[in-house]
């Protein structure tokens, strides 16, 4: 027997207690980042399946609320907890003009006041006193936005330039298409942040949504959709730059493909998410060169470890919708048909980014090169929340009612065989020179 004289090296053993940033992902009243993200409006439900039948249960930054639409057409955010003994408004009944508690029929409207209290003598004559506590609201893009934060500095909900205006025929769609879906959105058990840095993390398309699974995005391949060599895990360091821009921060990735008319042709995929939460995803199914982009993302946290998320889409095709929801095929089927071992098998996002674990544990990682995306937007979270901190505006938050904001996202033609550039393509293949991290 030969005794061992060297030591067994990176082994589990006596690691320290791994743990999480809390800056950036606990979201609760009084929390860094919970400060920050209520300096937002963050859409809460979709205004076409918000109706005055009955009230609707969701959490948003870690606080327990009830969406509703009163009798007259009126959208309100409210605590779920009544202000009187505390039952929850979910068993409330709605009327003209406003909800009313199941208990002792305490009424309030869309801003809190107490209209009546049914068991008080004439209907409460101090109710004046008692406030339910409730939240500004707006409607715009087909979806009810709610802002949680100081009432002195209520922003101006902002406007962007791919919702906005919308051209004629065209429509907003909101509402997620698939069994089971609420008004106050589709909930995932892990933190928000793992979802939203995961859209400046390109080089997952192409092992995840690739090489490891098999082509998941629909129209891989085809005249329609990306072409495959957009997918090479080994080409898409070099064709991928990072960039900041005014309200966050985006990705080009290079690719070439061969025109309908036979040309070959120099393409860049762009995807521009903002501060603090905001998704801009182009088609990938249907993929069409310097097109207006029509589609903002929004990922809001119910807590610390859930998030919903929220779209809006602007476009006279339904179609458009189709292809968002089931743009993605785990071996050909939507998510909600799979079994666990298929999962396994064909894993996509939720896989991954739901198997990062409840909040993931930056302590434990190993960031790449690969990784410059997401370091560049946690970056500037952080840089979002020190603002707030410093009594600071954070980025985006402005209280006048501005223009809509330019979202570059979407493919943009760079060069033909011809060497002729787009309009678009020249004028960003410039900017991407000087605005590089
Ligand atoms: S607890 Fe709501 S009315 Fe009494
Ligand atoms: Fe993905």
Not at 205 to 232: C, I, K
Not at 239 to 268: N, V, W
């Amino acid at each position: 027997m030969t005794e061992l004289t060297t030591a067994d090296t990176g082994t589990g053993y006596g690691r320290k207690k791994p743990s999480y940033d809390a800056r950036l992902t606990e979201v609760g009243p009084g929390t860094p980042m919970g400060e920050a993200m209520r300096r937002y409006w963050h859409p809460v439900a979709t205004s076409e399946t918000l109706t005055s039948d009955q009230p609707h249960r969701t959490r948003v930054l870690g606080e327990d609320l009830i969406v509703f639409r009163d009798g007259q057409g009126r959208a309100g955010v409210v605590f779920e907890r009544c202000t009187h003994r505390g039952s929850s408004l979910f068993y409330g009944r709605i009327e003209d003009d406003g909800i009313r508690c199941c208990y002792h029929g305490w009424k309030f409207d869309v801003q809190g006041h107490c209209l009546e209290q049914a068991c008080e003598p004439g209907g409460g004559r101090r109710r004046d006193v008692a406030r339910q506590p409730w939240y500004p609201v707006e409607e715009r893009y087909g979806l009810v936005f709610v802002y949680m934060g100081p009432p002195e500095l209520k922003p101006a909900l902002p406007r962007w330039d791919a919702l906005d205006p919308a051209e004629e025929g065209e429509q907003y769609y909101a509402g997620w298409p698939v069994p089971g879906a609420e008004v106050t959105g589709m909930e995932q058990d892990f933190n928000w942040l793992q979802i939203w840095e995961n859209a400046i993390d390109n080089v997952h398309v192409t092992w995840l949504h690739y090489a490891h699974s098999g082509a998941q995005l629909t129209g891989t391949g085809t005249a329609e959709g990306l072409p495959e060599s957009f997918y090479d895990p080994s080409r898409v360091a070099e064709a991928t730059s990072y960039h900041k821009t005014e309200f966050g921060a985006k990705y080009h990735q290079r690719y070439e493909t061969t025109t309908p008319d036979g040309q070959r042709a120099e393409l860049e995929w762009r995807i521009e998410q903002q501060l603090p939460n905001i998704v801009a995803l182009p088609d990938f199914t249907q993929v069409t060169p310097d097109a207006r982009h029509n589609l903002l993302i929004w990922i809001v946290p119910s807590d610390d470890t859930h998030h919903r998320v929220f779209f809006s889409i602007r476009s006279g095709d339904p179609g458009r919708m189709q292809r968002l929801v089931s743009g993605i095929k785990q071996n050909g089927k939507s998510f909600w048909e799979m079994t666990e071992d298929e999962l396994r098998r064909y894993p996509s996002d939720n896989e991954a980014q739901g198997s990062q674990g409840p909040i993931t544990l930056h302590s434990e990682e190993t960031l790449a090169t690969s990784d410059r995306g997401v370091v560049m937007v946690r970056r500037m979270l952080r840089a979002m929340v020190d603002d707030v901190e410093a009594g600071k505006n954070p980025v985006g938050v402005s209280r006048v009612d501005g223009p809509p904001r330019r979202v570059e996202s979407g493919v943009f033609t760079l060069s033909t065989d011809s060497g002729a550039l787009s309009q678009g393509g020249a004028a960003a293949k410039s900017a991407a020179t000087v605005s590089g991290e």
